[in-house]
C-alpha cells in the first residue's frame, strides 16, 4: 500500500480524531478540517489523494463543498467520499448526485475502513 495524502473533514472532534488516527496508523499523512471553510484553505496550500467529507457540517454543508470542489478544475479529479451518520434511502444516491465517489456510513466499522480506502486509492 503506498502512503497518500488525505483530507479529513468532520465537525465531530471524536469522528475526526479516531478516522485520522485510523488513517495515520495505515501510513497515510492526514488533514484535518472541522468545517467547509477550513477546508477550503488547506485545499488552497494542498491537493490531497482523496477527501473524506461529513456531509452534515455547521455552515456550508459537506454536499455543497463537493459540488463546489468538483466544479474546480483544481480539485475536481480528487475523489471525494461521504462520511455520514444519515443512512436513510435515497442520502446514498444524493450524496452520489453532489459528486461523491463514495458513501460510507458511521459510525464506521474500524476494521472495514482501511480496506476501503487503500482499495479506493487504488482505483483512483
Known amino acids: 500500500m503506498i502512503p497518500a495524502s488525505i ?3 468532520d465537525d465531530n472532534a471524536t469522528n475526526l480524531k479516531l478516522i485520522s488516527e485510523l488513517l495515520r496508523f495505515e501510513g497515510h499523512r492526514v488533514l484535518a478540517a472541522s468545517d467547509a471553510e477550513k477546508a477550503q484553505v488547506i485545499l488552497e496550500g494542498a491537493l490531497p489523494d482523496l477527501i473524506l ?5 455547521p455552515g456550508m454543508d459537506g454536499l455543497e463543498l463537493t459540488r463546489l470542489l468538483k466544479g474546480d478544475t483544481r480539485t475536481g479529479k480528487i475523489p471525494i467520499v461521504a462520511l455520514t451518520a444519515f443512512a436513510m434511502k ?10 461523491c465517489d463514495g458513501y460510507i ?6 476494521r472495514a475502513f482501511p480496506v476501503f480506502v487503500s482499495n479506493l486509492l487504488a482505483a483512483s
Request: charged share 25%.
Open 7 to 9: 483530507l479529513v473533514v
Open 53 to 57: 467529507m461529513d456531509i452534515a457540517l
Open 90 to 99: 435515497g442520502d446514498e444516491q444524493k450524496a452520489l448526485a453532489a459528486g
Open 105 to 110: 456510513t458511521k459510525p464506521i466499522d474500524t
